[in-house]
């Protein structure tokens, strides 16, 4: 494949495909090493923006802007896997793309990802394709209950996402579900959510942070701790998971993974996002090398830094009316306050995350 080891020195461009806080947060990163970047996304005046040189607003079916774009941008990547996947292969044929689409198309579709999983030998939970209630019944027969229906797609927020107890009627939990094709899982009596995420360059070099524990609050990550609470070797376990995901998929750029930890202390992965991650925003304020230099750093081929973590943290996520806390939060011996310059604080959106440090207490 031509450019495949291209690099990008500063001065030059990056695009983004994507506006939201992600696309923001390594627009920054990138100035800060003498980057540029240029963002397409179909909202105006979207957060990423707000702090970037240029901004194409269109669809992303728009072929014309698509191809605009890459005849002015160096190399391309995407900071929300609901891209569609042509569009990224259309890019692809005109100007470097990191990471490339494969490793979208099978983040972006539950099947394929736990497939993915699988077929490296990572363990999930239990799983079955469903395609209408006969076969949701046999794959409740055969993964057990309870169980959750899932949406093979992601980005639908609200909908998809469905409960199989002992006794459920199951026909009637089709009906409820409304897609044409879903994924049963078997429901994860999990200790604990963990990710990582793993950094690749173009030369096949990577670079993790360290685990992380996330915790959820409506469907929504709330807070992440860093580092997780694990034995050493589940660590490194989790360490081994990720990485391999990035090799197997050879990925340049971030990856991050999601996993269950069990009771009896075995590792489930859960899904994974070929992007910075929310669960990373931590090592802006605690690591020497943040997860979005870190991305700018794969995506333009240059050295990875280093993911060392000086400080130990917890990352709260401010949404909706959590963004009105930021007064506090600014009179706060040691918070560290970032908003994301959105206008309108909409119930479940995020509107920035806090950062509380303390001192390294574990190697
Ligand atoms: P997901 O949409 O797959 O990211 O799931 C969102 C959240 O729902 C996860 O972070 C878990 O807290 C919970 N969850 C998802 N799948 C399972 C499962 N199989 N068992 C238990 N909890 C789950």
């Given at each position: 494949m031509p450019h495949e080891d291209a690099v990008f020195p500063p001065g030059s461009i990056i695009g983004i495909l994507g506006g939201g806080q992600l696309g923001r947060m390594t627009a920054l990163a990138a100035a800060r090493l003498g980057l540029r970047c240029h963002v397409f996304c179909p909202e105006a005046d979207s957060p990423a923006a707000r702090v970037t040189d240029a901004a194409t607003v269109a669809a992303y079916d728009d072929e014309k802007a698509l191809r605009a774009f890459a005849a002015q941008?160096?190399?391309?990547?995407?900071?929300?896997?609901?891209?569609?996947?042509?569009?990224?292969?259309?890019?692809?044929?005109?100007?470097?793309?990191?990471?490339?689409?494969?490793?979208?198309?099978?983040?972006?579709?539950?099947?394929?990802?736990k497939a993915f999983f699988n077929g490296i030998g990572l363990e999930t939970a239990?799983?079955?394709?469903?395609?209408?209630?006969?076969?949701?019944?046999?794959?409740?027969?055969e993964v057990g209950a309870p169980a959750i229906l899932k949406t093979t797609r992601l980005g639908y927020d609200g909908k998809g996402q469905v409960r199989v107890d002992p006794g459920t009627d199951l026909a009637g939990a089709w009906r409820g579900f409304g897609a044409d094709v879903g994924v049963l899982e078997g429901f994860v009596d999990f200790e604990r959510e963990i990710s990582v995420i793993v950094a690749r360059g173009i030369d096949g070099a990577w670079a993790a942070f360290d685990p992380v524990e996330n915790r959820h609050a409506n469907h929504i990550l709330d807070t992440t701790t860093a580092p997780a609470v694990l034995a050493p070797s589940l660590a490194l376990q989790a360490i081994e998971a990720a990485r391999r995901?990035?090799?197997?998929?050879?990925?340049?750029?971030?990856?991050?993974?999601?996993?269950?930890?069990?009771?009896?202390h075995r590792l489930l992965i859960n899904e994974m996002a070929p992007r910075p991650h929310n669960s990373g925003h931590w090592t802006m304020d605690a690591c020497l090398t943040d997860q979005f230099e870190q991305f700018v750093r794969a995506v333009c081929g240059l050295p990875l830094g280093s993911p060392e973590r000086h400080s130990d943290a917890v990352m709260t996520n401010l949404i909706g009316d959590d963004f009105n806390l930021w007064p506090e939060?600014?009179?706060?011996?040691?918070?560290?306050?970032?908003?994301?310059?959105?206008?309108?604080?909409?119930?479940?959106?995020?509107?920035?995350?806090?950062?509380?440090?303390?001192?390294?207490?574990?190697?």
């Open positions: 941008v160096d190399v391309v990547t995407f900071e929300f896997e609901n891209i569609p996947a042509d569009a990224v292969r259309l890019m692809a044929d005109l100007v470097p793309v990191r990471p490339g689409a494969r490793a979208l198309e099978i983040s972006q579709d539950r099947l394929r990802e239990p799983w079955r394709e469903v395609d209408g209630p006969e076969s949701l019944s046999r794959a409740v027969a995901s990035a090799e197997a998929l050879d990925l340049v750029g971030l990856l991050a993974v999601e996993m269950f930890v069990t009771r009896d939060i600014l009179a706060e011996p040691g918070a560290r306050l970032h908003l994301y310059g959105k206008t309108e604080a909409r119930p479940g959106r995020k509107m920035g995350h806090v950062t509380r440090l303390n001192r390294t207490t574990t190697a």
